[in-house]
């Protein structure tokens, strides 16, 4: 209803000097369209039940001429392909356009992302992500589920190494340090060359762990000196300065145990 107010309040903002027809538009007006379109959404959603409203738009997504759905398991479904618990809720999107630059830039590099807390119900976003010819990341394909282990991901790579035909064979795979989407990745579609951490994921677990030192300015100093290693680009002075980082570490009792971490 407040989309209708809306839309009348608009519409009364947009008057002229000259009276028109579509000035005189009324709520009633509006219900008749709606009803003779069968818009059938209430505040921007199909129901005001989350399960039913996805259910419906889910039906509609998977009625167009490229079914973007590539897995729809909601709780309380059964599905003999996936050995999925019957709680589980798993909805996988990836849509032509998706398909189109995953196939075209997968093979370079492919980063894997999870989002957290996106609504009441603990689901997880899991975002699968190429680099294009401007070297900005692009999402290939998107998974929400309630599970966060490696077999769900397992199961996002398949239906969609499913969807385009064969393997996806980058050259580097981005990921969080917990193993859990590169575990996954390397068991559907092979060893990866190269693995990489994503930075900000790095910084969050040193940030984490310099509470192993008990001294305050002896945990900014490090973690200043962290920052530096962390930005050098020069291969040759990061081995350096990474061994001097570890025996600085080490020589001080406040901070071994933090060395113990980092080596």
Known sequence: MLIIFRILGEIRDNIGNQLKRVDLITKQDLQNVKRSFKIDMQEGVRNKDDATSVHLCIEELQRSEFNSVLLYKREGDILESFPLEENDFCLIIMSQYQQHMLVKYGNNIIAVDGTHGLNNYDFELTTLMV?????????????FTNRKDTLIHQIFFEVIESKVGNKISPNTFMSDITGV???AWSSVMGVVPFQLYCTWHIDRAWRNNLNKIPNIEKRKEVYKTLKVLHQNV????????????INFLFEDADTEKFGSYFK
């Open 131 to 143: 680099v294009d010819n401007f070297n900005e990341g692009f999402p290939g394909a998107f998974m």
């Open 181 to 183: 989407f590169y575990q």
């Open 234 to 245: 020069d291969e040759t002075s990061f081995r350096k300065q990474l061994d001097n980082m």
